[in-house]
């Protein structure tokens, strides 16, 4: 065989694998490439939750076969109640996080007076100041 037809098959391979080793390299497997998953810092509290509520259950289960008493109960149950308390608050604070802002809208009303220069405008649905150009909902 033609040592140049090797050369240009290595290079041909070369460019066919070139994109596949650079998303290989580039993005981990696990990991999207279209951002961060919501999903991947709340599961593992969610996670957690879920184990949390298991081990609760099989407290109670416990305390009703008449394995505990309602004392051992209640005393078993106090830390994972914390425990739960806990991924409750850090799931509302993960949750608040990545939820986009909801902006609220600005009620506009009919006439209204410049906060810039003080002029009376009544132009109804103006958003900014005829006569110096500020934004009235600044
Ligand atoms: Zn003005």
């Known amino acids: 065989m033609d040592l140049l037809l090797v050369f240009y098959y290595l290079i041909f391979f ?5 994109p596949f080793l650079l998303f290989h390299f580039k993005f981990h497997e696990t990991a999207s490439p279209f951002g961060k998953d919501d999903n991947e810092i709340l599961s593992p509290l969610l996670q957690k ?8 259950k099989d ?3 416990d305390f009703h076969s008449g394995k ?14 914390e425990e739960l308390e806990n991924l409750e608050v850090k799931l509302t604070a ?13 009620k506009i009303s009919e006439e209204w007076t410049c906060s810039n220069c003080g002029s009376y405008i ?8 005829p006569e110096c150009g500020s934004t009235r909902l600044a």
């Open 59 to 61: 407290l109670r289960s």
């Open 68 to 81: 505990i008493t309602e004392e051992e109960f209640q005393n078993a149950s106090i830390p994972y109640l």
């Open 94 to 106: 993960v949750k608040s996080q990545s939820s986009p802002q909801v902006l609220t809208p600005v």
């Open 49 to 56: 939750k879920s184990n949390t509520l298991d081990s609760l």
């Open 14 to 18: 070369a460019i066919l694998l070139a």
């Open 122 to 129: 009544n132009v109804p649905r103006a958003k900014f100041c």
